[in-house]
């Protein structure tokens, strides 16, 4: 299975011509936190909502600011476990792909690597379900993967749903332990909501449950 196969359909690119103002306005148009910037279809690097603000004139093109040139980037043919070391090491939320002309010919974000990786995993392995709600730009796959990896567990399979009234993600992973209240616990302390959880025990229900209250009250 290559990481090419799980390319993003949207477009997080913007070519080097064109204006700041341009790109800020892609970013909140997307919900994203960086942008590719190209040379027609060669890669050229990153640019963030920090650098573009930090601009003095929106007006003028890409190519006049810093561009984050970091070696983030991998072969149409690489493997999806590739991409998601790469995310962790850069602290990236997507990785341009190119081809082996070294074109570029897309990205793939944090959930297309996560759904190639549960793909590769096992689907029929028992384990236990987990939904979890965290602020849209507070989402973070490798986060919920260095969590998970921590109390032993794998994620078997993701799904995702994006709640825009409450700019939230809901995301359900499926892991392949069905005790996982350590696990659940380190959710909790890294300040996501857990929503539901199956083939869990009643006593962490009740916990989590009491601790949503006590958030609800807190936040009125």
């Known amino acids: 299975m290559l990481i090419g196969q799980f390319l993003s359909n949207a477009d997080f690119s913007i070519q080097k011509a064109d204006s700041i103002q341009q790109a800020l306005e892609k970013l909140q148009d997307m919900l994203c936190k960086e942008l590719v910037v190209l040379?027609?279809?060669?890669y050229i690097g990153f640019v963030n909502e920090s650098i573009l603000l930090d601009a003095d004139n929106e007006e003028a093109p890409i190519s006049a600011i810093k561009i984050n040139t970091a070696p983030i980037q991998l072969k149409f043919n690489q493997h999806p476990y590739d991409g998601l070391v790469m995310m962790t090491v850069y602290n990236?939320?997507?990785?341009?792909?190119?081809?082996?002309d070294n074109?570029?010919?897309?990205?793939?974000?944090?959930?297309?690597?996560?759904?190639?990786?549960?793909?590769?995993?096992?689907?029929?392995?028992?384990?236990?379900i987990i939904v979890l709600?965290?602020?849209?730009?507070d989402f973070s796959l490798s986060q919920i993967a260095h969590l998970?990896?921590?109390?032993n567990c794998r994620i078997l399979n993701c799904a995702t749903k994006i709640n825009l009234e409450s700019d939230s993600i809901e995301v359900t992973l499926k892991v392949d332990k069905s005790n996982i209240?350590?696990?659940?616990?380190?959710f909790l302390r890294h300040n996501y909501i857990i929503m539901e959880t199956h083939n869990t025990v009643a006593a962490f229900d009740d916990t989590a449950e009491r601790y949503q209250q006590l958030m609800n009250y807190i936040n009125i």
């Open 39 to 42: 040379n027609g279809d060669e």
């Open 92 to 100: 990236s939320s997507l990785v341009p792909i190119l081809d082996q």
């Open 103 to 128: 074109k570029y010919v897309g990205v793939s974000t944090q959930l297309d690597i996560l759904k190639a990786i549960s793909l590769i995993q096992s689907q029929n392995e028992s384990g236990a």
């Open 133 to 137: 709600s965290i602020g849209l730009h």
């Open 148 to 151: 998970v990896e921590s109390d």
């Open 181 to 186: 209240n350590a696990l659940l616990n380190s």
